[in-house]
């Protein structure tokens, strides 16, 4: 694990990310609070490619809790089968509907106890929603924010909370509102699982990571060694038909 991360270093980090990035976005597909949630919780070991195909004809007929909870189980089913775990997510996504209606008069609530209290809204999902819907200056750390916070030695942590503590206290002010997305887009595009593309990377000189990669770096595949082309076989001189057939006619006679 790299050393941690020094403030100016981090300061200069954010401000980089913030360049090139000055107003990012979720890439998920919502309309409101309530839809916000839903595609959230859709996205759990899924790709936002993956539930936006899905939400954009869902949330055409069901964009509130009341309608999401008139569809129905079943049909909320069919519509979202593309996106892994789709049987328990329609479960969750009916409950907290009904929930939403029940306990809180059909709004989303904006305080973390209250979102983590719907069925399938864990402390990552309530942060995304406290930020993108309500402007809270949260940071929800999934597998991407983990992996840069630890490979830079932004915010070093064992688990996604050690590491949302760290940056909270790391992260300068004045960019703690869009933090998650900067952190979130450079490892989905830059700081790769498989393999990070360092050379692309417009923080790798403050990066802790031992291991980086350059193109420099990657393995030439071998030149594959020239065929030889076989030689063409002699023929070898044979008998002519007619003296073929004039040593046959002596045999015979």
Same mark, same amino acid.
């Given at each position: ?30 309309? *409101?609070? $309530?839809?916000?949630? !839903?595609?959230?919780?859709?996205? +759990?070991?899924?790709?936002?490619? @993956? %539930?936006?195909?899905? &939400? ?45 209606? *029940?306990? $809180?008069?059909?709004? !989303?609530?904006?305080?973390?106890? +209250?979102?983590?209290?719907?069925? @399938? %809204?864990?402390?990552? &999902? ?128």
């Amino acid at each position: 694990m790299p050393r941690k991360m020094t403030r100016a270093k981090a300061h200069t980090l954010y401000a980089r990310l913030a360049d090139k990035a000055p107003a990012p976005k979720t890439e998920l597909y919502y309309k *409101d609070p $309530f839809t916000l949630v !839903v595609a959230v919780a859709l996205s +759990a070991q899924a790709t936002d490619e @993956g %539930v936006n195909k899905a &939400t954009k004809d869902l949330f055409a007929i069901a964009d509130s809790p009341q309608k999401m909870a008139a569809l129905g189980e079943k049909k909320l089913g069919d519509m979202i089968k593309t996106i892994g775990l789709w049987r328990n997510k329609a479960k969750n996504v009916i409950a907290l509907s009904q929930m939403l209606i *029940d306990d $809180f008069g059909g709004e !989303v609530p904006q305080d973390r106890e +209250a979102l983590e209290k719907l069925p @399938g %809204v864990g402390r990552k &999902t309530a942060n995304v929603v406290m930020n993108v819907a309500f402007g809270e200056p949260t940071i929800a750390v999934d597998t991407h924010i983990f992996r840069v916070s630890n490979r830079t030695g932004l915010a070093p942590g064992k688990n996604p909370l050690e590491v949302e503590l760290g940056l909270e206290k790391i992260t300068p002010p004045e960019f703690m509102q869009h933090a998650h997305h900067w952190l979130i887009l450079h490892g989905r595009y830059v700081c790769k699982a498989r393999r990070p593309e360092c050379s692309a990377c417009g923080i790798v000189d403050l990066c802790g990571f031992k291991e980086k990669v350059f193109d420099d770096d990657k393995p030439k595949k071998p030149a594959k060694p020239k065929r030889k082309m076989a030689s063409t076989p002699k023929l070898r001189a044979g008998k002519s038909f007619a003296k073929r057939n004039a040593a046959k006619r002596k045999k015979a006679s």
